[in-house]
């Protein structure tokens, strides 16, 4: 199951809107449209995808308005490619290796599967890895777990995503963690006990969601440090 549209009315915690190559990081509003993304000649983005944008993230006119001429400048064809996507990671975080993480981020968003984002799937996926509500963002983070789109999540796959996630911690980092979970395979053993899954079974969104709601520990434990990563924006 892939990542859904939310039109929730409610407001969501503000961020910073980040420059092309400064992207923020988890958020409220989901991935595709095919609605235009603005009139790519004159360079104008388009009051509906625009309000939407408000709504959904919080970011001013003024910055999404700025955000998507530079937008166009990066990407002339109003759609980002997952190297490009991978690329803008890799500036953010210049100290480690966020390429795994990102590809991940990147195929949880791209909802038609072409290899691509446009404007509005690009500002969501960015702002959903920092400042949504958590039902929300639970939803996000079963389809990114959720590596072969299946429907549901294996222990191998909770695995692959914590590896991706611990390229991203410095080794500084990696040795304030506690014993029981100073290692991808630490961690991942962790979360799929809390789940009280055997190394077989497979866990549903469902299961995901009610489990990770009842157990702050896990939901600390699946996600990479959004502190870190909400200081990393505020400094952009």
Not at 39 to 56: D, H, R, T, V
Not at 81 to 94: C, D, E, G, N
Not at 156 to 182: C, G, R
Request: net charge negative; aromatic share 10%; glycine share 4%.
């Amino acid at each position: 199951m892939r990542f859904q549209a939310h039109t929730s009315p409610e407001r969501q915690p503000a961020a910073r809107g980040p420059r092309t190559s400064h992207p923020p990081s988890d958020s409220t509003a989901a991935a595709h449209s095919s609605s235009p993304m603005g009139n790519s000649k004159s360079g104008a983005l388009s009051k509906e995808i625009l309000e939407e944008l408000q709504l959904n993230t919080k970011f001013s006119e003024e910055e999404l308005c700025s955000w998507y001429q530079s937008f166009l400048k990066d990407c002339p064809s109003g759609r980002i490619t997952q190297q490009q996507f991978q690329s803008i990671y890799a500036k953010f975080f210049p100290d480690t290796d966020p390429k795994a993480y990102a590809q991940h981020v990147f195929r949880s968003f791209d909802s038609n599967l072409d290899g691509t984002l446009d404007f509005k799937e690009y500002v969501i996926a960015l702002h959903m890895t920092s400042a949504g509500k958590t039902n929300q963002k639970l939803e996000w983070a079963f389809s990114l777990y959720d590596v072969d789109g299946n429907g549901t999540i294996s222990k191998n796959e909770v695995l692959e995503i914590v590896m991706a996630i611990f390229k991203m911690i410095t080794p500084e980092d990696v040795k304030l963690l506690p014993e029981d979970e100073n290692t991808p395979e630490k961690r991942a053993e962790k979360i799929w006990k809390y789940f009280g899954k055997n190394d077989d079974d497979k866990l549903t969104e469902k299961e995901f969601i009610e489990g990770t709601l009842a157990n702050k520990e896990i939901l600390r434990l699946i996600q990479f440090e959004p502190q870190k990563v909400k200081e990393k924006i505020k400094n952009a």
